[in-house]
């Protein structure tokens, strides 16, 4: 088994973890901010690393990525990948402010880790209590990059058991801010296989 095989109904119970993680991560935000968060439903996809770029807006384009290593019962990596623009966005809405610019300071990189971790944690925890295993996430780690580079290391990682991720678009609105990430889940084949078999799937 793995994720070249996933039918539509194997992708069907993995976008309701999708939205199950999304939600609870926009819940997370909104208290963290004390906004009202609005979640758009998760578009899930089974994609080749190669198309992950053009979904990023070309190898070239700058974006921002938050990495995380999953331990315990689900061995493998987890990256949440946002453009500059939605990432100004987001810290905008975390900060109550309107900046201008394409520059992001320390403050802003720290905002975004936090983020990235609160909507990391969502999914995993989600992940945790749909199949009763352990899944936790490692701490962060933030690169600010050309998407080509963003995407080498979990390529390098991963792309020795496939060249296929798991995206879980997911997008979140406040009032005027739009913000836009990717979440890649990429467990290992064996915690893939674990995943399946837990949801009842296999």
Do not use: C, W
Not at 48 to 73: P, S, T
Not at 111 to 127: P, T
Not at 130 to 137: A, D, E, S
Not at 156 to 170: C, K, N, P, R
């Amino acid at each position: 088994m793995n994720v070249e095989n996933l039918n539509n109904f194997m992708i069907d119970v993995l976008k309701e973890l999708g939205n199950i993680g999304a939600g609870n991560a926009a819940t997370a935000l909104a208290s963290m901010i004390a906004k009202k968060i609005d979640m758009r439903v998760p578009n899930v996809r089974i994609m080749e690393f190669k198309e992950v770029a053009e979904i990023l807006g070309g190898e070239e384009n700058l974006v921002i990525g938050i990495y995380f290593e999953l331990q315990e019962d689900v061995v493998g990596n987890m990256m949440f990948a946002l453009d500059l623009n939605s990432a100004i966005n987001l810290t905008n809405l975390l900060y109550n402010r309107e900046k201008e610019g394409q520059e992001l300071d320390d403050m802003d990189i720290s905002a975004l880790s936090e983020v990235g971790n609160i909507i990391a944690s969502s999914y995993a925890n989600s992940l945790s209590s749909l199949t009763g295993l352990k899944v936790f996430i490692s701490v962060p780690s933030i690169s600010i990059d050309m998407a080509g580079a963003i995407l080498s290391v979990p390529a390098i990682q991963y792309g020795h058991v496939s060249d296929h991720a798991l995206m879980v678009e997911t997008v979140f609105e406040e009032e005027r801010n739009l913000v836009s990430g990717n979440l890649f889940f990429l467990p290992d084949l064996e915690s893939f296989d674990k995943i399946l078999v837990a949801l009842g799937v296999k």
